[in-house]
């Protein structure tokens, strides 16, 4: 009996080690291509800010206030972004950001539908455009934004009449936060639940990855390149191969098959080895 258990724990052992190997190139694979799309939004922020060391700046904001809340990388990323495009940087980050991740909290409304919304109340106050929908819709989601909303609407229309001037990214985002007063508070409220917790931590894996895989891809870039620089090479010595294939085929045709079937033992041999290699690498 203790034989036969010696035996099955070591099966088990190696099965372990066998889920364990796997494990671990799924890791470095999802590790990769987190960071990989955790590079390609920051160069829509390059976009958004006028300059890449904006744009790191924001991503590192991004990444503390992540690590801190029951919000991911991603989520806060796109939320940013809206923001930033009607609204400048006070709403876009800072207590701006701040208001609609506590809104989405105390809610559990969707954070970028509340973003788009508040993105275009912004819009209306700093530069008259249409702001009546958004404002209905923030009255539907957030509580305590209807004391404010018959204000902002008429603000809005008397800047587009020309009656008062613009406000300022500064004092549009005082008037907004008005409407916000109920829900403020809400992301530390849902980080201490249960599922606020389960959520930060799958932010604090999610900026894991990207560290792990920036790495990675570092490396990763440094061989495609070198892949990239070499394909163009490979372009004439694949026509010659074809040209030589189908010359073997016209022999062939003729009747002189011998140089067919050289050409389909080396190509066969070839993906033998081709085979064998993808076999060891897979295991």
């Known amino acids: 009996m203790a034989g036969k258990g010696l035996k099955f724990a070591a099966a088990v052992g190696a099965a372990s080690a066998a889920m364990a190997a796997f494990a671990a190139i799924k890791f470095i694979k999802d590790s990769s291509k987190a960071a990989a799309d955790f590079e390609k939004m920051a160069v829509g922020f390059n976009v958004l800010l006028g300059s ?16 801190a809340t029951p919000f991911e990388p991603k989520e806060l990323i796109e939320a940013s972004k809206t ?43 700093t530069a008259g455009g249409e702001a009546g929908e958004a404002v209905n819709q923030l009255m539907l989601m957030v509580p305590g934004f209807d004391k404010v909303a018959a ?23 005082e008037v907004i936060q008005k409407g916000f007063v ?6 530390v409220k849902l980080a201490n639940t249960v599922g606020g917790k389960v959520s930060t931590m799958r932010g ?14 570092r490396g990763l870039a440094t061989g495609l390149d070198a ?16 040209d030589t294939i ?38």
Do not use: C, Y
Request: no cysteine; proline share 1%; net charge negative.
């Open 52 to 67: 890449a060391e904006k744009a790191q700046a924001r991503m590192a904001a991004i990444q503390k206030m992540s690590m």
């Open 227 to 242: 892949m990239n620089d070499t394909l163009p090479e490979w372009l004439e010595k694949s026509k010659e191969l074809g």
């Open 246 to 283: 189908g010359l073997g085929i016209s022999e062939a045709i003729k009747g002189n098959t011998r140089l067919l079937e050289l050409q389909m033992a080396w190509l066969m041999q070839k993906l033998a080895q081709i085979g064998g290699a993808v076999f060891v690498q897979a295991l």
């Open 182 to 187: 109920e829900t403020a508070g809400g992301m």
């Open 83 to 125: 923001l930033q495009a009607l609204g400048g940087d006070a709403a876009a980050i800072g207590e701006g950001l701040d208001m609609i991740g506590d809104a989405s909290a105390a809610t559990g409304k969707d954070l970028q539908v509340i973003a788009e919304n508040v993105a275009k109340v912004f819009q209306g106050l």
């Open 204 to 217: 604090h894996l999610d900026m894991l990855r990207i560290a792990f895989g920036t790495g990675i891809n």
């Open 151 to 173: 204000g902002i609407k008429k603000t809005v229309v008397e800047m587009r009449k020309g009656d008062r001037a613009f406000m300022t990214q500064a004092e549009a985002l």
